[in-house]
């Protein structure tokens, strides 16, 4: 029973912090006719160059494990992915508070004071779209914390880990 107070506690720890992702797209599209995709050509990540060298590794690693082909020579889709950061106030506060009764009257007062700095999160917009006809066919969206002062490896999987999440959806269940 001692050890189960803290499985409990970390299934609660690990549940808050996963990606999250929603998936959107073209339900007349065939995704089995697509074999090939390239990176799309006026990409604008908002990341910096090494985060973007291990984000498009970890897309061509992947993207193959789904059955593309990276290729430049007409890609049947291309791959466009872009970035933003924002941060949540902290969910952690301990609470203060002041009150009196007397006489079926009821006085309080009371506050919160944030434990710890904001929490940074990382939201990927992943698109693939139809190179014929230039048309969006299919959205993921995925959301999840990230540790901006992480060392290079730890970046790397949380990068992995969000892509994994992101292809989840792909190709579409329909």
């Known amino acids: 029973m001692k050890n189960f107070k803290y499985i409990i506690l970390l299934m609660m720890l690990t549940a808050c912090n996963s990606p999250r992702a929603v998936y959107d797209y073209d339900q007349e599209v065939?995704?089995?006719?697509?074999?090939?995709?390239?990176?799309?050509?006026?990409?604008?990540?908002?990341?910096?160059?090494?985060?973007?060298?291990?984000?498009?590794?970890?897309?061509?690693?992947?993207?193959?494990?789904?059955?593309?082909?990276?290729?430049?020579?007409?890609?049947?889709?291309?791959?466009?992915?872009?970035?933003?950061?924002?941060?949540?106030?902290?969910?952690?506060?301990?609470?203060?508070?002041?009150?009196?009764?007397?006489?079926?009257v009821g006085v309080g007062v009371s506050g919160g004071i944030p434990i710890g700095g904001?929490?940074?999160?990382?939201?990927?917009?992943?698109?693939?779209?139809?190179?014929?006809?230039?048309?969006?066919?299919w959205q993921a969206v995925v959301d999840s914390p990230f540790d901006i002062n992480s060392s290079p490896e730890k970046r790397e999987e949380q990068l992995r880990i969000i892509v994994l999440k992101a292809l989840e959806g792909y190709p579409p269940k329909k």
Do not use: C, W
């Open 30 to 104: 065939q995704f089995k006719e697509f074999k090939t995709y390239n990176i799309y050509p006026d990409l604008n990540s908002n990341l910096s160059q090494l985060d973007e060298q291990r984000l498009q590794s970890i897309f061509i690693s992947e993207m193959s494990k789904v059955g593309y082909t990276n290729t430049s020579d007409s890609p049947d889709i291309y791959l466009n992915y872009y970035t933003s950061r924002y941060e949540t106030p902290s969910e952690s506060n301990i609470g203060i508070g002041v009150g009196g009764t007397g006489r079926n």
């Open 118 to 137: 904001p929490n940074t999160h990382f939201r990927i917009t992943i698109d693939l779209i139809n190179v014929k006809n230039d048309a969006l066919i």
